[in-house]
């Protein structure tokens, strides 16, 4: 009988005394540390399993085994969203007073603002993440169950602690497990662990506590599958209680923070609700020392704050985060949130998984050692194409006998098939990797079989640590083994040299041996293979040579992370494989060098946060973590002040990929739950693919701020010219409903062209952002103040002039038009930080000239169309006016392209 209290089913046998304490879900049992008759008895089961009326109680207790389900984000919750802006509840709050006082144009116009960037935004966050539901479909359906020694297929979720189940080739595990039997079972947990290879399990294996889950001999676990062989094993965890439910307990209670865009946009909206406060301030303290009338007071008060605020920034800035997602659509990068975009261009930090991230995914020999000779083996993957190279010089395999003799033996002994329709391979990842090193010397495996048919076949098993194929040939009957090196040797007495065999004395042992160790170290999975004759002794085999297996890094990722290193940006291996594998292909890849250190798991455990981001050696690679050490470190990172972009294409990367500023999963190799979680999919599974979406961030950004200096400058203008007018007791120069017309017209579409810019050289040169720094900096503010300057002595001078003739609405009028031009010709200052001067530069965006053109048709509308005109209360200006307005327009772009062109000479000047 199962102890009364469920803690039990997480206690081992070192803590059966607790069973008084409350229940748990925390997965972090010892079954491993257990034989099997000994989890059995604690687990309240037997080899027969239990009785479905126990199973009835048990199931009462735990419940269903199912993972526990986030609830859904409404499509509501995703609009209201759109909302939670600063600048976005300003500008509702100018709505609503446009509204009170009667304005109910302005009020509307407003409005249009913030519905059309709402659309923008729930448009395209509707496809909100689904992290939750692509857990729920790593359930596995059903499960072979033994009750009361009887086999009978059930529903999965009704599996309870105590089960026995039965699991075979192509099985999904349905729970966390513990082993009774097995026969050559090996599983892949690549989605769980991030192990890179199908893993072998013993029911005998006896393990100490702290053994990492990657290892654990004797478990097998929810969410991975039995790729070979046959076992029986106790359910211990269900449900929640399983260690793929931790990870989905760890992704909902992850909280998904704001991108620095965000975070810089509600500073900017709260500096905007302060200057809005102290302009209307100035203003009635002014206007109480001077007399004016309450309403006059009233109507400059509306003016000035509508002028303060940039009704179109929501609107412009989403816009442009949409257009960079159709950028990085054309490179192969889809976009899930909006604001990821300019994200992934702050990004300090990269942190990225191995297995499938940086390497290719696909098993691939690339040394073979024999005869005292090493054969680099080139090309990736399982093309077959590929050349073999002795001290950088090409071979021929039929010149070196050993090496014919090995292709042979390896093509033999692989069970695996190509896949050429989809670039894959059948089988094992192994077998898979041999059959293309046996293409690559000419070997076909169909063509070998038809000389060396195939009569016996032992498989490899976790006990013999080998596996062999038999043959029948011309010459008789021929043996080939594969397995583990110091296995395959010790069955050894003689090996192949280039003119034939010679016995294998203890000093060519010694050489081999330490071959071995040099290619393990190397980070590479080695191989053993030998032959023996029909007749000869089947402890007396033959030593054909090593061959050194890796999963070896994807095409152009050093050069992506030699990019980054450049651009300022660390990037750090955070994978769940074994040390020696991780460290080696960071060092490949440039990831790691001497002055990064390599932590594991267990090392881990025993660093604070700070010692985790230390500067002093920063960790260039974590090997053998957990899902909970990937949270960690991307918490740890981000609380140094770092902007981290996760990589991942696991479960268990998901909630790193949530936790992180910027998510990025696998399109093609990740798991369903990585890409729900993740903020960007990479469609092609290229690490190439992330260095252009950083790229394509960086330019978003500088967009950003190219039209953030473009409409604040514009609106310290109207703020100042109102400002000034007001403090001199002229009469206001512009109107409410003009303002509002320069603000949502006139400003928006040149910052839409801006949101258009191409890449400025260099962009990926420059040391990333600093997260603190705000988009208002001082040196930034200074130029905004400059050019606003410029504008609002060009518009008041006009404005000056027009009074003189005695005309107050041909005066508002031509301060209206010499405000529209001079911040339409001050694009120029905003595009870039040179000079815009050569036709190749002027014409790099023709969506600016586009804007240009657009403006000038729709500011010539505004005064001749007479509709229009009744209601911004303009008056058509004569030929003498517009000499008057625009010579004084171009002054700010003049004298701005100076200034840049100065600037540029200085800053190239050594």
Known sequence: MLPEDPQALNLSRRSHEALGESFSVEPETDWHTLAPEEALELAGSSSDGIGPEEAGRRLLRWGPNQLFAK?????????????????????????????????????????????INAAIGFAVELRARRAMDALLAYQVPVAKVVRNGQVQTVSADSLVPGDVIELEEGDRVPADARLLTASELRVNEAPLTGE???????????????????????????????????ASAVVVATGARTHLGRIGALVAQVEEGKTPLEVRLDELGRRLVWLTLAVAAIVTAVGM?????????IETGIALAIAAVPEGLPAVATIALAVGLRRMARRNATVRRLAAVEALGSTTVVCTDKTGTLTAGQMTVTTVYGSGTTVEVTGTGYSPTGEFRVSEQAVEPAALPWLARLLTAAVLTSRATLDPEHGGALGDPTDAALTVLGLKGGVDADQLRRTLAPVDEVPFSSERRSSSSTHQGPRGRVTFVKGAPATVLGQCARWAVDDGERPLGASDRAELLEANERLAAAGLRVIALASVDEGDRQDALTFLGFVGISDPPAAGVRDTIATFRRAGIRTVVITGDQRATAEAIARQLGALDERHRAVDG???????????????????????????????????????????????????????????????????RGTDVAKETADIVLNDDRFLTVGA????????????????????????????VLLLASLAGLPLPLLPLQILWLNLVTDTFPALALALEPAEPGVMERTPRDPERSILSGPFVK?????????????????????????PERAITIAFMTLALAQLFHLGNARSRGPVLGWRRITANPWALGALALVLALQGLAVYFAPLAAVLRTVPLAPLDWLVVVPLALVPAVAGQVVEALQARRRATP
């Open 71 to 115: 609830p859904r984000v409404t499509a509501l919750h995703i609009l209201l969203r759109q909302f939670a802006s600063v600048v976005v509840a300003l500008l509702s709050v100018a709505a609503v007073v446009a509204l009170l006082l009667g304005d109910v144009l302005e009020a509307v116009a407003i409005g249009a603002v913030l519905v």
């Open 196 to 230: 890179s290879l199908p893993v072998s399990k013993l029911a005998d294996s006896v393990q100490p506590l702290d053994t990492p889950l990657a290892e654990r001999r004797s478990m097998v676990f929810s969410g991975t599958s039995a790729y070979t062989g046959r």
């Open 289 to 297: 020392l001077q007399g004016s009338p309450i309403g006059r007071m």
């Open 602 to 668: 267990r090392e881990l455990q025993g660093l604070d946060d700070e010692e985790i981001v230390s500067e002093e050696r920063p960790v260039g690679v974590f090997s053998r973590v957990t899902p909970e050490d990937k949270l960690r470190i991307v918490s740890a990172l981000q609380s140094h002040g770092e902007i981290v972009a996760m990589l991942g294409d696991g479960v268990n990367d998901a909630a790193a990929l949530k936790k992180a500023d910027v998510g990025v999963a696998m399109g093609v």
């Open 693 to 720: 979406a950083v790229e394509e961030g960086r330019v978003i950004f500088e967009n950003i701020r190219k039209f953030v200096f473009y409409l604040f400058s514009c609106n310290l203008a109207e703020v100042l």
């Open 783 to 807: 130029a905004m103040a400059f050019y606003a300057g410029l504008i609002t002595a060009s518009t008041l001078a006009a404005y000056g002039w027009g009074l003189s003739s005695g005309e």
